[in-house]
Antibody, heavy 122, light 109 residues
Framework: QVQLQESGPGLVKPSETLSLTCNVSGGSVSSGSYYWSWIRQPPGKGLEWIGNIYYSVNTNYNPSLKSRLTISVDTSKNQFSLKLSSVTAADTAVYYC??????????????WGQGSLVTVSS | EIVLTQSPGTLSLSPGERATLSCRASQSVSSSYLTWYQQKPGQAPSLLIYGASRRATGIPDRFSGSGSGTDFTLTISRLEPEDFAVYHCQQYGGSPSFTFGQGTKLEIK
């Protein structure tokens, strides 16, 4: 059974960099059939896709966040990470890591972490 | 960017009733890339329906998805108490765009 678990600071100051890590168990971040993804949900609002990483080097980012965003993979630890720079209060959200399954032509986020609340505040 | 609009925003029904949730896209979406998720309070979303009509592993057959093009529907044939949650639709519109609807809250009447 695949499991994903986010970790990182719950409080970040404005203008600083938000950093989160997702530890993957029960599957490999090097697998070719999956993209490793970040999705966020501001309090009381809907879901927003942040970006994906594939085959450890190929990344796709939400254009609205691209200039501030870096997603990377550490295959030795079987984890992937998110860095979002120059944060503001608008970046306050629950951040989820998820696996995007692209097998059999059907693309879907089939496994999710439990979520990590990050608050941007001084 | 393809915008997904879900309706209604909130649906109030009783256990045993039938629920019909709508997801409308601003442009045509491939059925292969239309997905529904269920989210219970304090939990992550979980995969419900993918490819517009295919139930994920372990999902009861009272859940069904249908539609094509710009109009998609999630139907719950007979509501169980555990079905009251928020439902999100999501689409993939070509690299690098994934978008979600704003969600429909299904609440107990």
């Amino acid at each position: 059974q695949v499991q994903l678990q986010e970790s990182g600071p719950g409080l970040v100051k404005p203008s600083e960099t938000l950093s989160l890590t997702c530890n993957v168990s029960g599957g490999s971040v090097s697998s070719g059939s999956y993209y490793w993804s970040w999705i966020r949900q501001p309090p009381g609002k809907g879901l927003e896709w942040i970006g994906n990483i594939y085959y450890s080097v190929n990344t796709n980012y939400n254009p609205s966040l691209k200039s501030r965003l870096t997603i990377s993979v550490d295959t030795s630890k079987n984890q992937f990470s998110l860095k979002l720079s120059s944060v503001t209060a608008a970046d306050t959200a629950v951040y989820y890591c998820a696996r995007l399954n692209v097998g059999n032509i059907f693309w879907r986020f089939d496994y999710w972490g439990q979520g990590s609340l990050v608050t941007v505040s001084s | 960017e393809i915008v997904l609009t879900q309706s209604p925003g909130t649906l109030s029904l009783s256990p045993g009733e039938r629920a019909t949730l709508s997801c409308r896209a601003s442009q045509s979406v491939s059925s292969s890339y239309l997905t529904w998720y269920q989210q219970k309070p304090g939990q992550a979303p979980s995969l419900l329906i993918y490819g517009a009509s295919r139930r994920a592993t372990g999902i009861p057959d009272r859940f069904s998805g249908s539609g094509s093009g710009t109009d998609f529907t999630l139907t719950i044939s007979r509501l169980e108490p555990e079905d009251f949650a928020v439902y999100h639709c999501q689409q993939y519109g070509g690299s690098p765009s994934f978008t979600f609807g704003q969600g429909t809250k299904l609440e107990i009447k």
